[in-house]
């Protein structure tokens, strides 16, 4: 069995990509604490079939604890790769944390995939501090309460305003 540690990050490989270098130039940066485990670093060795693809990232989702969906312009347009990796991580009972890389607070109701609109998931803003407060907490408030809560979650202000945001 594999050891679940990694962060699945799943996003418009087209269109925000930068958004994705940009969470991993934090998780290097020697003056942040932002740190996550990325499944893209798991099993890189696969052809451009969309069935290889697939296989190589089923293996990605078999060491994650936790899906990142980084939400831009035209991520709701996307059913070959972006949806079905929402359909794996709900599958999968992975806590959700839908990242708005415009700055938005609270889920976006406009630009958030139809499909994880009333999933049990938090919304946040793209920032590291934000992105790293829910990596730390959001799982672990998933396992407590994934009988009895539901739909989306955002964080209130005050947290935002703990974090300096």
């Known amino acids: 069995m594999a050891y679940r540690n990694k962060t699945y990050i799943s996003f418009d490989a087209?269109?925000?990509?930068?958004y994705y270098?940009?969470?991993?130039?934090?998780?290097?940066?020697?003056?942040?604490?932002?740190?996550?485990?990325?499944?893209?670093?798991?099993?890189?060795?696969y052809d451009r079939s969309e069935d290889s693809i697939k296989a190589a990232l089923m293996d990605r989702f078999r060491n994650s604890?936790?899906?990142?969906?980084l939400v831009g312009e035209h991520t709701k347009y996307l059913f070959k790769y972006v949806r079905w990796e929402i359909?794996?991580?709900?599958k999968r009972e992975l806590?959700?944390?839908v990242v708005n890389i415009n700055g938005k607070r609270d889920i976006d109701k406009d630009l958030c995939?139809?499909?994880?609109?009333d999933e049990l998931a938090v919304h946040i803003s793209f920032n590291e501090r934000i992105l790293q407060y829910a990596l730390e907490n959001w799982p672990s408030?998933?396992?407590?309460?994934?009988l009895t809560a539901n739909g989306p979650y955002y964080y209130p202000k005050e947290v935002?305003?703990?974090?300096g945001l």
């Open 14 to 18: 087209d269109t925000d990509i930068r």
């Open 21 to 45: 270098y940009l969470m991993k130039a934090w998780k290097q940066n020697d003056n942040t604490s932002f740190d996550f485990y990325d499944a893209h670093d798991v099993n890189n060795n």
């Open 65 to 69: 604890k936790c899906f990142v969906l």
């Open 87 to 90: 359909e794996q991580a709900i």
């Open 95 to 97: 806590p959700i944390i």
């Open 113 to 117: 995939p139809a499909i994880v609109r």
């Open 141 to 146: 408030f998933v396992e407590n309460n994934k």
């Open 160 to 163: 935002y305003a703990k974090l």
